[in-house]
């Protein structure tokens, strides 16, 4: 049984989860070890585990922090920090004791407390009977009677068992560009992925894997960590000349300090880790399953067939275009309407009314009311694009409440995109936002938004904020959460999309309160194969929104046709963003066809298994879900550019039955799994560029 148990002979914590194990020690020099992590043992055999090293080495060397559970700062420890913390009188740095521990079935606390000075770190780890992912956060109180300045405080240290060698995965990326996937060896010294923007960021996303050099996709051992965290963050790969290997990571980016009040006591995010043997692709697997059984708010449900007006429209939107377009998406099979920004205020372009969230008269002279009612008699839900972190300097907002925004004193106040981010930190403006959302939720009955965050932190300051100002960069966050949280609490049918830019703001903490992503505003769909390649990763696909737009694409100018864009965001979660008045009488059936059967295949595809069997390429790559049942499977060929007159070869299925049988609903074509997984599936693929192909095979009972 997956649990938590102690063997008190040898003080070893052992978290076991359905395949894996996780131990730690408190040994006899009071210091608190990292043990174990890998496939799963007893309590008895991890008992007799040794510990990894001898406490202390030469002089030069110092405490052996590499091995400890929680490297904080303190003593002869030379490594990344977990935790770092100053007090009133100048005193750095921690002496930890072990103070006692809570553990029921799934959880585990250890309490440690300084030697000196009133100050409490609690160890926490969570361990879920169908999942291998182990969450872990950390604790920290002030006992005493004046505030600790905290410079760091991770929420878990994450040791790696020593290998041969240490590869690294984790995903860069930029506006229109975001989840590239990148796999390099782990540089002795120590590598940053970071967000100092005040947001997770498009630029890197807050998880990693790390293997010995020898895991591919189907195979090996892959250790990997995951922040739910939405606001900056740090995780620090620490790879010791003596190639000791460990990765600590957190909220918070360098150089913010906060202070931890008199009796105050706060918990970090969760840092969750995870060890598989099954490859990129089981590790994959094991996340997704977590982030649909633990995180998201309704992991069961099918997501609807959306229209998006963004990119047909841009800002131009009014009651009876928004009609027009509503009733066209409605005839293709759409299920949810979401008009974009535009709507509001004096928002006609990015230069003004951010911040007037009253409706703009002259394009809805009766309020959206009317438009609501005309979507749901249409049989859609509606939806509507909010932004409520921003405003315009050109708003009454911003001309009555200047103060409301980060700044700092004798600082300019730097625009992008011609707006500044509403100090989220301050109660009235999180409760102003709330009101406003709650009354556009409330009164015009709305089923979605598409909540969007266009710009990073600038001048991250609040002059009158009191004594404690980088606190600002955790409350927004915190704020946010909260207004999230009260809106779905009070409105149960709500459902969210969170969006920044595209995928600025992707992590395990917005999911747990959102119930989609918008991944990347780049819509192209080849570059949108490797986009929602990265994001897969560690992010399921039940949330990974994937708009069919209009060609030449807005940003690359590619024209791909329509039959291979709607392949590729059928391998998410399907939406149409396309001009649809423009659209010619074909394009219209082909479309209606293909969202059919999308609908017919979506709940493999947004509640399956995904393997990826062939990766993004100029050359063919396919994508393979498998209902968690196993009855079913989808299977997606992409072949941007055939070369030299050649077949695309057969690609080897996974996760099917060897001695079960298989439907192509298409064809009605019988095959055995054993065929499949041993030989492949040859994908019949129309001729030229960017032939695409998707196989619907059920189970023969
Ligand atoms: C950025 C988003 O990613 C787009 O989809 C769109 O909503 C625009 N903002 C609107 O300003």
């Not at 996340?287 to 047909?312: D, K």
């Amino acid at each position: 049984m997956p649990g938590v148990e102690f063997d008190a002979a040898t003080r070893t914590w052992l978290l076991s989860t359905p395949d894996t194990g996780y131990a730690l020690r408190l040994g006899d020099d009071g210091m608190l070890r990292h043990l174990y992590w890998g496939p799963r043992l007893t309590l008895a055999q991890a008992s007799t585990v040794p510990a990894p090293r001898p406490a202390t080495m030469t002089q030069f060397e110092g405490q052996v922090y590499d091995i400890e559970e929680f490297p904080v700062e303190g003593g002869a420890r030379f490594g990344v920090p977990a935790l770092q913390v100053r007090f009133a009188d100048g005193t750095r740095g921690l002496e930890l004791a072990f103070a006692g521990q809570q553990r029921n079935a799934d959880t585990l606390s250890i309490r440690l407390v300084d030697r000196h000075y009133p100050f409490e770190v609690g160890l926490h780890y969570r361990v879920y009977p169908d999942s291998d992912v182990i969450e872990r956060w950390t604790s920290l109180a002030n006992t005493g009677d004046v505030p600790v300045e905290v410079l760091r405080a991770d929420s878990a240290t994450w040791p790696v068992p020593a290998r041969a060698d240490y590869v690294v995965r984790h995903v860069t990326g930029h506006w229109g560009g975001e989840s590239q996937v990148e796999r390099v060896d782990l540089a002795r010294g120590e590598t940053v992925l970071t967000s100092r923007r005040g947001t997770t960021g498009h630029h890197a996303n807050p998880w990693f894997t790390i293997d010995a050099g020898d895991a591919s996709e189907e195979h090996g051992e892959v250790f990997s960590g995951a922040l739910a965290w939405s606001g900056t963050w740090r995780i620090t790969l620490s790879r010791t000349p003596t190639d000791v290997v460990s990765v600590t990571g957190g909220a918070g980016h360098e150089g913010v300090s906060w202070r931890l009040a008199p009796s105050e006591r706060r918990g970090t995010a969760v840092f969750a880790g995870l060890y598989s043997t099954g490859g990129y692709g089981a590790t994959s697997r094991v996340w997704h399953r977590y982030v649909r059984g633990h995180v998201l708010p309704h992991p069961r449900e099918l997501r609807p067939v959306t229209y998006n007006s963004w990119e047909a429209t841009g800002f131009t939107v009014d009651e009876p275009g928004q009609r027009r377009l509503a009733a066209q998406a409605a005839e293709l099979g759409a299920e949810l309407f979401v008009m974009d920004d535009g709507w509001f205020g004096a928002r006609v372009d990015d230069r003004a009314g951010l911040g007037d969230w009253t409706v703009n008269r002259n394009r809805f002279p009766n309020g959206l009311a009317p438009l609501a009612a005309e979507v749901h008699r249409l049989g859609m839900r509606f939806g509507i694009w909010v932004e409520p972190e921003m405003v315009n300097p050109d708003s009454d907002l911003y001309r009555a409440r200047p103060d409301w925004v980060l700044h700092m004193r004798n600082r300019r106040r730097t625009e992008l995109r011609h707006q500044l981010v509403l100090n989220f930190a301050r109660p009235d403006v999180a409760e102003w936002a709330h009101g406003w959302l709650d009354e556009l939720v409330g009164g015009n009955d709305v089923d979605f938004l598409k909540w969007d965050m266009n710009r990073p932190f600038t001048e991250a300051g609040w002059p009158d904020g009191g004594e404690d100002p980088d606190r600002l960069w955790v409350r927004y966050v915190e704020n946010l959460y909260a207004v999230l949280d009260r809106l779905r609490a009070d409105h149960p049918h709500l459902r969210i999309q969170t969006c920044s830019g595209g995928g600025g703001r992707v992590d395990l903490g917005i999911l747990r309160r959102t119930d989609e992503v918008w991944p990347s505003d780049n819509t192209d769909a080849r570059d949108r194969l490797s986009i929602q390649h990265g994001y897969g990763q560690i992010y399921p696909t039940v949330t990974m929104a994937a708009w069919v737009t209009d060609v030449p694409n807005f940003l690359t100018g590619r024209a791909v046709p329509l039959r291979f864009r709607f392949h590729v965001a059928m391998a998410g979660v399907l939406a149409i963003g396309g001009n649809l008045p423009e659209w010619t009488d074909e394009e219209r059936a082909e479309a209606r066809r293909l969202v059919a059967q999308y609908k017919r295949i979506r709940p493999v595809v947004q509640h399956g298994d995904v393997h990826r069997l062939l990766p993004p390429s100029d050359g063919l790559s396919a994508t393979q879900y498998v209902a968690v049942d196993g009855a079913e499977s989808v299977v997606f060929f992409w072949l941007p550019a055939p070369r030299f007159g050649r077949e695309a070869a057969p690609g080897r299925l996974r996760g099917l039955d060897a001695a079960a049988r298989y439907r192509d609903e298409a064809t009605g074509e019988v095959q055995h799994g054993a065929v499949l997984l041993g030989h492949g599936l040859r994908p019949q693929l129309p001729s030229g560029d960017y032939a695409s192909a998707v196989v619907h095979l059920v189970r023969v009972v």
